[in-house]
């Protein structure tokens, strides 16, 4: 039987971008006439409620998180995505962190979208339909784009197109480049990394409790499982990012 691959990379340092490792904040109530408005700003140790990311990708053409919006002091989301914690780690930097759970998480996008009627259903049905689990690097965006809206988070590697993996793990990274007078506008931003660690994917034969399940599948389907082979973590995304700062409690 022959399976296609897929990894998903992440955690790789790229040098373009370099994070500043230092302690301590400063709030907006703590600025005063001494201050020099054209000096960098400093990260927050916590942010507001609705305050909101948006991030703009230089290395891709489809941004991986285009929105996050703080839904607490500490935690950030967006629709589909999961919960990403707020991290300040220097005096101009800080992460957003994520854990996923990547095999309930892939089931789960797979079981909406073998069941779904709607013409992407129908058509993911059709890619996985083949005596081999060969696809074109076309084929294999058309899975992630049907797949990530249900609730998956696939990603293709960087160096192959025709393999994607499954996020275990993703940081995405803050440097603050903006100023104090940016601040007191209620806008900040700077550059990001996004690092994944995750796990290579194999596609496997439909089962039977698979063909139970799912009336307009064949033996012939082949259905995408994450495997326990993790991959040394990669930079998969850099850019732009801008936190708009919500005024009030």
Known sequence: MNFTR??????????????????????????DSSTNLTGK????????????????????????VPVLTMGSP?????????????????????????VYSTQENLNDALTLALRDPSPLGTRLREILFRRQAIF?????????DILNPAGADLTTDPTDPTRFSTASRREILHEITSTNGDFLAGVQSGIYQIREAGFEVTFREATAADLA????????????????TSFTPRVIEEGRWQLTLKNNN
């Open 74 to 98: 500490t935690e950030a989301s967006s629709f589909g995505s999961p919960t990403y914690q707020y991290v300040k780690t220097g005096d101009f930097s800080f992460e957003l962190r994520a």
């Open 213 to 228: 399940a799912f009336r307009l599948l064949s033996p012939l389907h082949k259905i995408p499982q994450a495997t326990n």
């Open 6 to 31: 897929i990894r998903l990379f992440g955690f790789a340092v790229i040098s373009s971008l370099s994070f500043v490792s230092c302690d301590s904040s400063t709030p907006v109530s703590e600025l």
């Open 41 to 64: 700003a400093k990260s927050e140790v916590t942010l507001l409620q609705e305050d909101e990311f948006v991030y703009t990708a230089i290395t891709s053409n489809d941004e991986i």
């Open 136 to 144: 074109t690097a076309d084929e294999v965006q058309e899975i992630i």
